[in-house]
């Protein structure tokens, strides 16, 4: 039983854009909340991780935990044609199956 | 490149055949997790290892069976393979055993004919 859950997509949007990805969690329990970035079956790259509730920035990312909801999301700012990839979000030892995100110059 | 290594690159095997697939974990590092990536399936967890000890386990078949070793790299063998064991195999190492900082490496392809 997966333990985290999310949409595959595709997503495709313009360069520039701000891209939304979301998950969410089954178990409470969970603290620690990852997302990896991964090119055509290379191997996952981790961008962030945060610990508990709340934000992380780091550049364009921005990583937001809601635990009331246990929800997980990645928002991208100004999207660039090199941020499509498959982005994966992850708890310890458990990864949702990706979604596909297209930036279409 | 995330300093984590796995060899070999490639595997071209056939059904009912055993195989070993090698990691180096990043420098200083003491968990190894290794995860099967197929299409249909996504990334699955199979097995961590931390300082040589077994610290969790997933979804893994009993034809599997992992290992860590002094120097902490880590070997997965796969046994009585079959064509659905055909998969992507990586491996990611971190510092500690919670897991919430993996580094992966690039992979083995296992391809089962």
């Known amino acids: 039983q997966k333990e985290v859950e999310q949409d595959p997509g595709p997503l495709s949007v313009p360069e520039g854009a701000i891209v939304s990805l979301n998950c969410t969690y089954s178990n409470s329990a969970f603290q620690y909340f990852m997302w990896y970035r991964q090119y055509s079956r290379k191997g996952p790259e981790l961008l962030m991780y945060?610990?508990?509730?709340g934000n992380k920035e780091d550049g364009r990312f921005t990583a937001q935990v809601d635990k009331s909801s246990k929800y997980i999301s990645l928002f991208i700012r100004d999207s660039q044609p090199s941020d499509s990839a498959t982005y994966l979000c992850a708890t310890p030892r458990d990864f949702g199956t990706g979604t596909s995100l297209t930036v279409i110059p | 490149d995330s300093g984590v290594t796995q060899t070999p690159k490639h595997l071209i095997t056939a059904t009912g055949q055993r195989v070993t697939l090698r990691c180096s974990p990043r420098s200083g590092d003491l968990s190894v997790y290794w995860y099967q990536q197929s299409l249909d399936q996504g990334l699955q967890f199979l097995i961590q290892?931390?300082?040589?000890?077994?610290?969790a386990k997933g979804n893994i078949l009993e034809r599997f069976s992992a290992q860590q070793f002094p120097d902490l790299h880590s070997e997965l063998n796969l046994s009585s393979l079959e064509l659905g064991d055909s998969a992507l195999y990586f491996c990611?190492?971190?510092?500690?055993?919670?897991?919430?900082?993996?580094?992966f490496g690039p992979g083995t392809r296992l391809t089962v004919t």
């Open positions: 990611a190492s971190s510092v500690g055993g919670q897991g919430y900082e993996q580094y």
């Open positions: 945060t610990y508990s509730s």
């Open positions: 290892y931390y300082n040589g000890e077994e610290r």
